[in-house]
């Protein structure tokens, strides 16, 4: 194992919480095939726990999440693999309020990833690279970030929608699976049901 002497606090903490957590780990009686039958496609945002707004427990359903909890091709990648061999019979999109991918479009990242590999800030209308020294990164901007989709929206109903629809129709996805939509508020967690 890498000596870790040096790392960060984080790196730190990970590493002791997780040895705790592995003394009284046994989740060995759970089986990979969710016993719910059941996978959420979610937000990576930090503010939502899908275990939690969804009454979950280990073991009881799949969990796929990136930015914007968007169909892209590996979200639906892992849904086909989650029914196809793992049995699962809905899925449930979820987006949410107040989702960082509603506030930039695909152009502004293309933009600000050929400037600037570094973190970008939002100063309550748009997003810019800061000044700073770059003395530690190495790598300068990139254009390859303007040939991404990157999946940001602007009407958040419509891009639940869009997602349950696409996922719905792919031709790799059995048709007696039930896709779902909802939208979940960042203010009271609350789910909302989006319906054509």
Known sequence: MKDNSGCSENLSALIKANQNYSKSFDQSQLKPAPTKHFAILTCM???MDPYKFAGLKDGEAHIIRNAGGRATEDAIRSLIISHKFLGTLEWFVIHHTNCG???IADQVIGELLADDLETA???GQQWSNPQRDHSHNTKPGSDLGKTICWHTFTDLRASVL???ELIANHPLVSSHIKVY????????GKLTPVNA
Do not use: A, Q, W
């Not at 939509?181 to 009271?188: E, H, L």
């Open 45 to 47: 945002d930090c503010r």
């Open 101 to 103: 991918m509603s506030m």
């Open 121 to 123: 800030e939002f100063d």
């Open 162 to 164: 869009n997602d349950v």
């Open 181 to 188: 939509g909802f939208i979940f508020d960042i203010k009271t």
